[in-house]
């Protein structure tokens, strides 16, 4: 079973940017990203197909947030620009046979890495 490491969380000041990393283990099919905020639950960044073609967003983060993949180093993207206090939360990638917004269609998921945006 494939398994997915992310990285390049840390913290920034609001308007900063930061880049995430998702690298697989193997083949990964639909990679997206999830974030988790404390007390708040589970929510839909972005997806990504396997051919890097379809990208979706939440729309309320289109703009600032974009989703790209090197699939010849198995790795998966997530460009945080703008950044704004409201975006720290734990963000987790994950891996599916399809790309959906639902975090029940990705059965293969990432330890997460915490993204703490300052005011």
């Known amino acids: 079973q494939v398994q997915l490491m992310e990285s390049g969380g840390g913290l920034v000041e609001a308007g900063g940017s930061l880049k995430l990393s998702c690298t697989a283990s193997g083949l990964a099919f639909a990679v997206a990203w999830f974030r988790q905020a404390p007390g708040k639950e589970r929510e839909f960044v972005a997806t990504?197909?396997?051919?890097?073609?379809?990208?979706v967003y939440n729309k309320s983060l289109k703009g600032r947030f974009t989703i790209s993949r090197d699939r010849d180093k198995n790795t998966v993207y997530l460009q945080m620009n703008s950044l704004k206090p409201d975006d720290t939360a734990v963000y987790y990638c994950a891996t599916g046979t399809i790309g959906t917004s639902r975090a029940r269609d990705y059965g293969t998921w990432g330890q997460g890495t915490q993204v703490t945006v300052s005011s």
């Open positions: 990504i197909s396997f051919g890097g073609s379809f990208p």
